[in-house]
């Protein structure tokens, strides 16, 4: 059973950064595209960014710019870089890879 854990989220001032990071227990990143998701309170599960087997990337127009995904096959790890960080960007975080899911990390940016 793959297993995804997320972490890095946590409490951050507006125009402030973090680095989130996804590990997999198996080798799952290394042939398959992989995404970050975020979903706030009351609103649908979006995904924000993604990163294909080719190291192709992906960004939805909300973080173009200020968010950056990469992997480190060698560490079964993928990161998402978030700077600029604003106040609509406070959501739980998640990661995923085929069917499988992370449990989430928060994100909350204060104003």
């Known amino acids: 059973q793959v297993q995804l854990v997320e972490s890095g989220g946590g409490l951050v001032q507006a125009g402030g950064s973090l680095r989130l990071s996804c590990v997999a227990s198996t080798k799952i990143f290394s042939n398959n595209n992989i995404g970050w998701y975020r979903q706030a309170p009351g609103k649908q599960r979006e995904r924000v960014a993604g990163?294909?087997?080719?190291?192709?990337?992906y960004y939805s127009d909300s973080v173009q710019g200020r968010f950056t995904i990469s992997r480190d096959n060698a560490k079964n790890t993928v990161y998402l870089q978030m700077n600029s960080l604003k106040p609509e960007d406070t959501a739980v975080y998640y990661c995923s890879c085929e069917t499988f899911w992370g449990q989430g990390t928060q994100v909350t940016v204060s104003s």
């Open positions: 990163i294909t087997s080719d190291d192709d990337t």
